[in-house]
């Protein structure tokens, strides 16, 4: 098991004209390769924050974050792209591409100037739509396709960027519970086969708690780190909602609404 | 696979039909050539008449190149300018940036009286009005893409190219109110576009500029794909944003600038030709958008400009007319489909 992503003594938060709003302090994450970790947090907890900034996009108020032992503020943008990718929230602007093509754009850190697309580079964006099983929608225009098979061909396409790292913002919105667990399984399945280190945020809090190798809990007081089974002995999921209508039953593992 | 058979077989017939209307254009005309004479002027040889050789060789055959000049660059900015606003609508002339280039060259043109005589003299010749109106054309485009930031909308946008079209306007008709008639006749005269009465030396300058903005947009090829997926995206594919919109953007100003100096502000042609490019091969791979609409503007502006000679009849009509005319119904018929906005 290697370390891929390290932080030490991270400060995350924003800095305005006259102020330091800091969101969360003193943070020493640590993800390793071939874990599924879900980071789970209220709205508005700072998860998003947290995200940007260990993926170099938003700057650290103090502390570092280390990727593959180097900080991540001295990486040059091809250079990160080859070691981490992303699967975004955000709706696509409309354009014709196929799935093929869109799984493709994920090999863009390595093809050259035109962007030609090598053998090499087409075996690994085929191995990618065969990890996610969306071979059959290869010549499908991405707006043509499920919620659910677009975000398997958003994570095909982070597959394809061959990064040791992968983090998604929020994969599961707008699914059902069918292909959010369907969605969940091929996270663990890729985390396995690929022995690569993936961080997704997300409110499936049961779902993550059940299938999460690992988790990070962001509550106002601390930000913890823990496999799930010691995060329910120790009480961080109590702590999540300050709420006296839901509480949660450590011993089925599930928030419940009183 | 099929695809690169359908696509192989559209480009041979787009590089015919370009063949085919470059020689057309050259042939058709008021006076009636005989084909056999523009053949032989062509290949340096001498027609029956020393008139015909003329004008094939003095003003059909450099009005041929600035077609081709300015339709491709045109739509090649149009495309740019589509995948960079993430705007189906964008275009040089409906973002304005036509009106900037008209307004540089109106204060070059109107202005000129208000300069020492030397410096209107290098105001008027082609570098200065190349020069003014390039530069009235980028400082739209970068007004538009500030608006652009902070209005998401499509429609937001188009409202704001509108409104710099008619800012120009009332600028350009308060320069007339202090201009001579002469000076107000070659500004009309200039903004009712024309491909014609360019010298040799006149369509070097074009095609030093129409070279290195097809050169950046090839350059930009690869980001534009990435640009597909959105900024962010873009972005997390190891993609410098910040450099590539630059390209991007002196790219487009210097194509829509330095072909509206000499052409005349034409419509149209920028937002239609990509969508003709994106339908007939319906792919977002700039890589083959680059090249057939090139294809397409090319053939689409010869066609235009042999519509507007008339051939057969005396008179002449200004090819902003005929543009508007065939473009004015493409954009109506876009906004109709916009459901599916591709």
Same mark, same amino acid.
């Given at each position: 098991?290697i ?5 030490s ?8 004209k006259?102020?330091?709003v800091?969101i ?8 390793s ?6 980071l ?24 570092n974050?280390?990727l593959?032992d180097?900080?991540i503020?001295t ?10 990718s992303?699967?975004?929230?955000e709706?696509?602007?409309p ?12 090999? *863009?850190?390595y093809?050259?100037?035109v962007?030609?697309l090598?053998?090499?580079d087409?075996?690994?964006? *085929?191995?990618a739509?065969?990890?996610?099983q ?5 010549h ?10 677009l ?18 913002d929020?994969?599961?919105?707008h ?7 369907s969605? !969940? ?5 890729l985390t ?17 708690? *059940? ?9 106002p ?7 799930p089974?010691?995060l329910?002995?120790n009480?961080?999921?109590?702590a999540? @909602? ?5 509480i @949660?039953?450590?011993?089925k593992?599930?928030f419940?609404v009183? | ?12 017939v787009?590089?015919?039909? /370009? ?6 254009s050259i ?7 005989p ?16 008139t ?6 003095n &003003?059909?055959?450099?009005?041929a190149?600035?077609a081709v ?7 090649i900015s ?9 705007n189906p ?10 009106s900037?280039?008209?307004?540089g060259v109106?204060?070059v043109i ?7 005589s ?8 082609s &570098? ?6 390039t530069?009235?054309?980028?400082l739209?485009?970068l007004?538009?893409?500030?608006v652009s930031?902070?209005?998401r909308?499509?429609m937001?946008? /188009?409202?704001?190219g509108?409104? #710099? ?11 007339? &109110? @202090? ?5 107000l006749?070659?500004?009309? !005269?200039?903004?009712m ?5 360019l010298?040799w030396p ?5 095609? @030093? ?10 350059k930009?090829?690869k980001p ?22 630059l390209?991007i953007? !002196?790219?487009t100003?210097i ?12 419509a149209f042609?920028?937002?239609?030709v990509?969508?003709?490019?994106k ?9 083959i958008l !680059?090249?057939?609409t ?7 502006m010869l ?8 051939p057969?009849?005396?008179v ?12 004015a119904?493409?954009v109506?018929w ?6 599916? #906005?591709?």
């Amino acid at each position: 098991m290697i370390s891929i992503l390290k932080t030490s003594n991270l400060n995350i938060g924003y800095k305005s004209k006259n102020a330091v709003v800091t969101i969360a302090g003193n943070l020493n994450l640590n993800l390793s390769s071939g874990k599924l970790i879900s980071l789970i947090g209220a709205n508005g907890i700072g998860k998003s924050t947290l995200l940007r900034t260990i993926t170099g996009i938003q700057h650290p108020l103090s502390g570092n974050v280390y990727l593959n032992d180097k900080n991540i503020s001295t990486y040059k943008p091809l250079d990160l792209a080859q070691n981490l990718s992303l699967v975004l929230t955000e709706k696509l602007p409309p354009s014709n591409l196929s799935v093929f093509e869109l799984v493709a754009l994920g090999r *863009q850190p390595y093809t050259n100037w035109v962007g030609t697309l090598t053998q090499t580079d087409i075996e690994k964006v *085929q191995e990618a739509m065969q990890l996610t099983q969306i071979e059959h929608l290869s010549h499908k225009k991405h707006y043509e396709i499920s919620d659910g098979q677009l975000q398997k061909v958003l994570i095909a396409r982070a597959l394809a960027q061959d990064t040791p790292l992968i983090i998604l913002d929020e994969p599961t919105t707008h699914l059902d519970l069918l292909h959010k667990v369907s969605l !969940f399984k091929l996270l663990k399945k890729l985390t396995q086969e690929t022995q690569k280190c993936i961080l997704f945020s997300t409110h499936d809090i049961d779902l993550a708690i *059940q299938l999460s190798d690992e988790m990070i809990v962001m509550t106002p007081e601390n930000v913890v780190q823990d496999e799930p089974c010691n995060l329910i002995s120790n009480g961080s999921f109590a702590a999540l @909602f300050k709420d006296e209508h839901i509480i @949660f039953d450590a011993e089925k593992g599930k928030f419940i609404v009183t | 696979m099929a695809n690169k058979k359908r696509n192989t077989i559209l480009f041979v017939v787009l590089a015919l039909g /370009l063949l085919l209307m470059f020689f057309a254009s050259i042939s058709l005309g008021s006076v009636t050539i005989p084909l056999k004479d523009v053949f032989t002027s062509l290949t340096g040889g001498h027609a029956t008449k020393s008139t015909w050789e003329y004008i094939i060789i003095n &003003y059909r055959l450099p009005k041929a190149i600035t077609a081709v000049l300015v339709g491709t660059g045109l739509s090649i900015s149009g495309l740019l300018m589509q995948t960079l606003f993430r705007n189906p609508l964008a275009g040089p002339y409906v973002l304005g940036l036509s009106s900037g280039a008209s307004l540089g060259v109106a204060f070059v043109i109107l202005g000129a009286g208000f300069l020492p005589s030397f410096l209107s003299v290098i105001a008027l010749s082609s &570098y200065g009005i190349v020069i003014a109106s390039t530069f009235g054309s980028t400082l739209v485009l970068l007004l538009v893409l500030v608006v652009s930031q902070r209005l998401r909308d499509t429609m937001a946008i /188009l409202i704001v190219g509108l409104m #710099f079209g008619s800012f120009t306007t009332a600028i350009v008709s308060v320069l007339t &109110y @202090f201009s001579t008639a002469e000076q107000l006749q070659k500004f009309t !005269f200039w903004s009712m576009g024309s491909l014609g009465n360019l010298s040799w030396p006149t369509i070097g300058i074009l095609t @030093f500029c129409v070279g290195i903005g097809l050169l950046l947009s090839a350059k930009s090829i690869k980001p534009l794909n990435a640009l597909l997926l959105g900024e962010n995206y873009a972005k997390s594919m190891g993609l410098n944003f910040k450099k590539a919109r630059l390209i991007i953007i !002196f790219a487009t100003s210097i194509l829509s600038g330095a072909i509206t100096a000499f052409a005349g502000p034409i419509a149209f042609v920028g937002l239609a030709v990509p969508h003709i490019a994106k339908l007939t091969f319906q792919t977002s791979n700039h890589t083959i958008l !680059f090249w057939s609409t090139l294809f397409f503007g090319s053939i689409i502006m010869l066609f235009c400009d042999i519509v507007s000679q008339m051939p057969g009849f005396d008179v002449t009509l200004p090819i902003n007319a005929i543009t508007s005319i065939i473009g004015a119904p493409v954009v109506i018929w876009l906004l109709v489909r916009k459901r599916n #906005f591709q």
